[in-house]
């Protein structure tokens, strides 16, 4: 798997509105890659409790951290279910001027995609990360249950492994299904949380993103709720350089100015490295103080981040976060 996080953030300027004032979609434009080659299964395959699914290509299975296929080249599709309404908020959106930002060099320009009951287009390009050069597609579609972003990413290297023409033929078997509910998107992630300390599951995004909140409000742009969101990490974590990494993205909150630490803490369970930072930021949007705390659990490789908002005043919560964070558990 190679490193997301500058698609993250492209995607987090590109998506406005209802889905981006949440700031979930900072992570989520990471997963901007593609590829091609003949596909020889027809009928779609669907992430557990996913509504979006393509026919991947040969060699692809269904991926483990991620919604989405994954190759043992190091190739990767990923799956992003996002409501109907992200639809006309994005269309237009993507081009390869608004790409150059992410590292994403697009060669020519949107083109038509075909999609079963549905409409999109799809990006060609290619993008360079940690060392290598991979051949990318970008595709944004609209269907029956909403909108999708399904981006493949393909080194060079395994070109023939995955070769460009499956690619493309997966993406014309792009699908949709009736959405899951709730509670089975939650059953379907590939973590469980022990302790939900008085919070509620608001949503799943990236089909391994978890959103839980305390109050009524399932849509709060002004941030009164407290929330509390789970994510594992898609790309890989600098060894050696755990605090340095968790302390950057901490900082780097979208929506958020001003962010200060006001406390830190390193410890091991087990062979993993946890880090809790703790501190305030101000909402760029409407000037409230909030109260933040994160903690970081790196293994493997890999993270798994649980990062908790809450009004300035509401230590409480903020503690519960804590709580959630040290009751997640991988499957």
């Known amino acids: 798997m190679t490193d997301r996080t500058p698609l993250r953030r492209t995607l987090a300027r590109l998506v406005p509105g209802r889905w981006a004032r949440r700031g979930l979609f900072a992570g989520l434009m990471s997963a901007l890659t593609a590829s091609s080659a003949p596909v020889l299964a027809a009928e779609p395959v669907f992430p557990p409790a996913g509504s979006l699914g393509l026919a991947p290509p040969p060699g692809m299975k269904p991926a483990a951290r991620f919604s ?68 990318k597609w970008v595709a944004v579609v609209r ?12 080194p060079e290297t395994a070109a023939k492994q995955v070769p460009a023409p499956a690619v493309e033929a997966a993406l014309r078997t792009i ?20 302790d939900t300390a008085g919070f509620r599951p ?13 109050g009524p409000k399932d849509i709060d742009p002004e941030r009164e ?59 760029a949007r409407n000037g409230r103080t909030l109260g933040m705390t994160q903690t970081t ?3 493997g490789g890999r993270y798994m981040r649980v990062i908790g908002f809450a009004d300035a005043g509401r230590a409480d919560a903020l503690a519960r976060a804590e709580r959630v964070a040290a009751s997640v558990a991988m499957r």
């Open 175 to 194: 699908a949709f299904r009736t959405k899951a509910s709730l509670a089975d998107q939650v059953a379907a992630l590939p973590y469980t949380v022990g």
């Open 225 to 283: 709720q407290p929330v509390v969101i789970v994510a594992p990490s898609l790309g890989q974590a600098p060894a050696g350089a755990e605090v340095a990494y968790a302390r950057r993205i901490f900082t780097t909150q979208k929506d958020l100015k001003d962010v200060a630490i006001t406390d830190e803490a390193r410890s091991t369970r087990g062979g993993a490295v946890v880090v809790r930072l703790r501190g305030t930021g101000t909402d």
């Open 68 to 135: 989405g296929f994954e190759h043992r080249s190091g190739a990767s599709i990923v799956l992003v279910e996002m409501p109907p309404e992200a639809w006309d908020q994005i269309n237009g959106k993507f081009t390869p001027e608004a790409m150059v930002p992410s590292g994403f060099r697009v060669k020519g320009g949107p083109e038509p995609l075909t999609v079963a009951g549905g409409e999109g287009f799809v990006l060609r390009g290619m993008q360079g990360a940690n060392g290598l050069t991979y051949t």
């Open 297 to 299: 659990v790196f293994e």
């Open 143 to 154: 269907g029956t249950s909403g909108t999708g972003l399904v981006t493949v990413q393909v």
């Open 202 to 214: 608001m949503g799943v995004f990236a089909g391994n993103g978890l959103i839980l909140t305390e």
